[in-house]
């Protein structure tokens, strides 16, 4: 059987040209310490929502902002967990960084609505 793309002598050729993991110059997850990777499995956070006048924001994995935004709404993130550390102190929030902490940098789901 004839290959359409031959295969490269080096092996290592087959792997990512971007080293992953802890050498990734964007550094951890703000919210669950993960490695995170350029690409769909980002987004940008504002600490203190744009509503309630905050203008900082960070660079997150989306299912980490997501969940933030399922659990809490806007006037408590900015009344009550404005920072990282306040945010994982949440019952609901520790709950999913457990979770999350066995999935790999680039993994994405959704998360129900159910702000209280």
């Known amino acids: ?30 919210l669950c310490g993960r490695p995170m990777v350029a690409g769909p499995s980002l987004d940008r956070h504002h600490w203190v929502p744009r509503s309630e006048g905050g203008r900082e924001q960070t660079l997150m994995h989306r299912i980490c902002h997501r969940k933030i935004h399922s659990v809490l709404d806007e006037r408590a993130l900015a009344r009550d967990y404005a920072t990282p550390e306040s945010l994982r102190s949440h019952p609901e929030i520790a709950r999913f960084l457990r979770w999350v902490a066995r999935k790999p940098p680039e993994f994405m789901d959704r998360h129900r609505r159910g702000r209280r």
């Open 1 to 30: 059987m004839r290959r359409l793309f031959p295969l490269p002598d080096d092996p290592a050729d087959l792997l990512p040209s971007r080293p992953r993991g802890g050498d990734d110059p964007l550094g951890p997850c703000p």
